[in-house]
C-alpha cells in the first residue's frame, strides 16, 4: 500500500501519492484510490481534481470497485497535455523524442550527422535545433513539454549538466545543459544507463528480472537494472563496458587502455568507413563470409567481456541493444558460446541474451521516460498553470 505523506508538505506529498497509484495500478476509481493510499475519500477527490486540472489525470469510463462493489468513474493518467523530451548526442548520429505521460511515444526522429568532425559548440547548436523543432510539434499537438533530459556517451555529472570524458567525441568536462539552454529544465545522463530504462520501460525489461542492458553503438557501455531500478554504482560510472579489457596486448583505445572490448566489437571494428549497419546485414543475409567472420570475432570478444561481468553481478538476462539488435542472429551466438566456455565449469546456467525490443531508441526513450519518473514522483513541481505552461 502507498504510504500518505502527513506534514508540512502534505497536499505535494499526497499528490505524488496519488499519481504514483495511478501509474502503478490505474484505472482506479476515487474509492479504490482512497483504500490503496489510505488517505480519506474527501481528500483524494480533492487531489484527484486538481491532477485533473494540471492535465495529469482523466476519468476513463466506469470499473467496479471489488467483486461486489457499485461501479464507479475510473481515474488514469492522462496523456493529453504533459510531456517530457528526450534528447541523445552519439558519435554518429543526435536523437529527440517526446513522450506523454501515459508513456505514449508522440514523436521521434534521429539525424544521421558525424559529431567527432564538429565542436562541442556545433554539436549542440545541431541538437538544439532538433529540440526546438519537436517542441513547436509538441505544441501543435496541444502538449506542454515539462523538462528534458541528455543521454550523453560517457561519464557525467548529474548534478551540473556536464560529461567529464566522452573520448569517442573528443570531450572533456561540456557543460551540455547549460550550453543547450532550452526553454525548459534541462538534465543530463550516460546514454547506456538510460538505455537500459528504455528497455525497462518501452521494451520488455520489466518481465526479465535483474538484466544487464548492452548498448553497441562505435562505443560500448552497459546499464544494470535490479530489482526494478538502476544500479549506478558509487560515483554514478557503472557500466563502461566497452572498456573491459578482452586481450591486453591488443591495439590502443581512446580511453588510453590497449585491447578494450570496443575495439573488437564496437560499430568502427565491425563496418567499413562509411557503410551503415543496415548495409552489414544485407552482407549477412546475403551469407557473405567476410561479414559473418566480423560478426563471429565481436561476438567472441563481447562473450569474453560478459563473462567478466556475470562474475561480477550475476544478472538472470542480458540484453543486446544498440547495433548489436539488429546483428542479434549474427553475435548472439558466438558471444553464448565465449560466455559457456568460461562460465561452464562454475554455474549451472549462463544468463539468456535476448534481443532488445527498442533498440537504437533506446537511450532517447529512457531519457524521456526518466523526466516522466521526475513529473509522478513531484506532480505538485509541474503542475501547470491555466495557460498550459509547467509552473516551474
Keep these: 500500500m502507498a504510504q500518505a505523506v502527513r506534514h508540512d508538505s502534505m497536499r505535494a506529498g499526497n499528490l505524488a501519492v496519488v499519481l504514483g497509484e495511478l ?7 476515487r474509492a479504490a484510490l482512497a483504500e490503496t493510499t489510505g488517505l480519506t475519500k474527501t481528500t483524494v477527490s480533492k487531489l484527484v481534481g486538481d491532477l485533473i486540472d494540471a492535465g495529469m489525470a482523466v476519468e476513463s469510463g ?3 470497485d471489488g467483486e461486489r462493489g457499485r461501479p464507479g468513474v475510473a481515474v488514469r493518467l492522462s496523456g493529453h ?3 517530457a523530451l528526450g534528447l541523445e548526442i552519439n558519435v554518429d548520429y543526435l536523437a529527440a523524442c517526446v513522450v506523454d505521460l501515459s508513456r505514449t511515444v508522440r514523436l521521434i526522429r534521429t539525424q544521421a550527422v558525424d559529431n567527432r ?7 549542440i547548436g545541431r541538437l538544439r535545433r532538433l529540440a ?9 499537438q496541444g502538449l506542454s513539454v515539462a523538462g528534458a533530459i541528455v543521454a550523453l556517451p560517457g561519464p557525467v555529472d548529474r548534478s551540473t549538466g556536464a560529461v567529464h570524458r566522452a573520448p569517442n567525441l573528443g570531450w572533456r568536462d561540456v557543460t551540455v545543459a547549460e550550453t543547450l539552454a532550452l526553454p525548459l529544465p534541462v538534465l543530463v545522463d550516460n546514454e547506456a544507463n538510460l538505455a537500459a530504462l528504455g528497455e525497462l520501460w518501452f521494451g520488455s525489461g520489466a518481465s526479465l528480472g535483474d538484466f544487464l542492458h548492452v548498448s553497441g553503438e562505435i562505443g560500448i557501455g552497459a546499464g544494470l537494472v535490479v530489482e526494478g531500478a538502476l544500479f549506478r554504482g558509487a560515483h554514478g560510472f557503472a557500466g563502461e563496458l566497452g572498456h573491459v579489457v578482452v586481450s591486453p596486448d591488443g591495439p590502443p583505445c581512446r580511453c588510453g587502455g590497449t585491447g578494450c572490448l570496443e575495439r573488437y566489437a564496437g560499430q568502427d571494428a565491425l563496418l567499413p568507413p562509411g557503410e551503415e549497419i543496415a548495409e552489414l546485414v544485407a552482407r549477412l543475409n546475403a551469407g557473405e563470409p567476410s561479414a559473418a567472420a566480423a560478426c563471429e570475432r565481436a561476438g567472441s570478444a563481447l562473450g569474453v567481456a560478459l563473462t567478466t561481468a556475470v562474475n561480477l553481478i550475476d544478472p538472470d538476462t542480458i540484453v543486446l ?9 549474427w553475435v548472439s551466438g ?8 568460461r562460465l561452464g565449469q562454475m554455474r549451472a546456467r549462463v544468463p539468456a541474451l535476448v534481443v532488445s525490443q527498442v533498440g537504437a531508441d533506446a537511450a532517447t526513450l529512457g531519457a524521456a521516460g526518466q523526466v516522466i519518473q521526475r513529473i509522478i514522483a513531484d506532480p505538485g513541481a509541474f503542475l501547470l498553470t491555466p495557460q498550459g505552461e509547467p509552473a516551474l
Excluded: Y
Design 23 to 29: 501509474d502503478r495500478s490505474g484505472p482506479l476509481t
Design 132 to 140: 526546438t523543432a519537436l517542441l513547436a510539434d509538441a505544441a501543435a
Design 117 to 123: 568532425a564538429a565542436s562541442p559548440a556545433d554539436v
Design 334 to 341: 558466438p558471444a553464448e558460446q565465449a560466455m559457456r566456455k
Design 81 to 83: 497535455r504533459v510531456a
Design 62 to 64: 466506469t470499473v467496479r
Design 321 to 329: 541493444g544498440g547495433i548489436f539488435a539488429p546483428l542479434f542472429p
